[in-house]
């Protein structure tokens, strides 16, 4: 299965910018699909989709949230943070599927 | 509007067997495919497995020996079910429409499953 790290936690101020990573240990990426999704959870919540396909922002999800990358290394960028944005934010792949497999989630923080 | 709600025992027996029920409005699961999601409380989510739109199903291969899932697409329901139960199975589980990106972009609220004697 295709493991997917993440750093445990970033802590950030608000209005400022959250830079997210998660690291691939193979390439989820097929021809121009880059296959990398992105959620939100807030505790006893679902988790949210916000970002899917590595770059394409879900119906709904403010611009201040975007994401980019391709092969084993993506990024998740909020810019800027606001206090409604802290919360889990977890990587998931689907280029080798079964199974999907998630990240196992970075915790923002306000510093 | 797109709802997607599961159902079952909060309390299950070791070595018993799991019986949720995930509902579904707004979408046909003709049209749409539909995974199934747990997670431990403080960890990240597990994918378990998939009803397709079609009706096949594709499952975690660490899973697979002990999970099944169907559906009634009159009911607009998809079942799953998983046997010989253990503490480590303790988690919530969702159930997430697939539209073919890869994620799932409506999930359920999630039910709450305790293994325990």
């Known amino acids: 299965d295709i493991v997917l790290t993440q750093s445990p936690a970033l802590a950030v101020s608000l209005g400022q910018r959250a830079t997210i990573s998660c690291r691939a240990s193979?390439?989820?990426?097929?021809?121009?699909?880059?296959?990398m999704h992105w959620y939100q959870q807030k505790p006893g919540q679902q988790p949210k989709l916000l970002i899917y396909?590595?770059?394409n922002l879900a119906s709904g999800i403010p611009a201040r949230f975007s994401g980019s990358g391709s092969g084993t290394d993506f990024t998740l960028t909020i810019n800027p943070v606001q206090a409604d944005d802290i919360a889990t934010y977890y990587c998931?792949?689907?280029?080798?599927?079964?199974?999907?497999?998630f990240g196992g989630g970075t915790k923002l923080e306000l510093k | 509007q797109v709802q997607l709600k599961e159902s079952g025992p909060g309390l299950v027996q070791p070595s018993e067997t799991l019986s949720l029920t995930c509902t579904v409005s707004?979408?046909?699961?003709?049209?749409?495919?539909v995974s199934w999601v747990r997670q431990p409380s403080g960890k990240g989510p597990e994918w378990m497995g998939r009803?397709?739109?079609?009706?096949?199903?594709a499952y975690n291969s660490a899973l697979k020996s002990r999970l099944s899932i169907s559906r009634d697409t009159s009911k607009n329901q998809v079942f799953l079910k998983m046997n010989s139960l253990q503490t480590d199975d303790t988690g919530t589980y969702y159930c997430?429409?697939?539209?073919?990106?890869?994620?799932?972009?409506?999930w359920g609220q999630g039910v709450m499953v305790t293994v325990s004697s």
């Open positions: 997430t429409r697939d539209p073919e990106l890869g994620a799932g972009d409506y």
């Open positions: 707004g979408f046909s699961l003709t049209s749409y495919s």
């Open positions: 009803m397709w739109y079609d009706g096949d199903t």
């Open positions: 193979q390439s989820v990426s097929i021809s121009r699909y880059n296959l």
């Open positions: 396909r590595a770059s």
């Open positions: 998931q792949q689907s280029r080798e599927s079964p199974p999907w497999t």
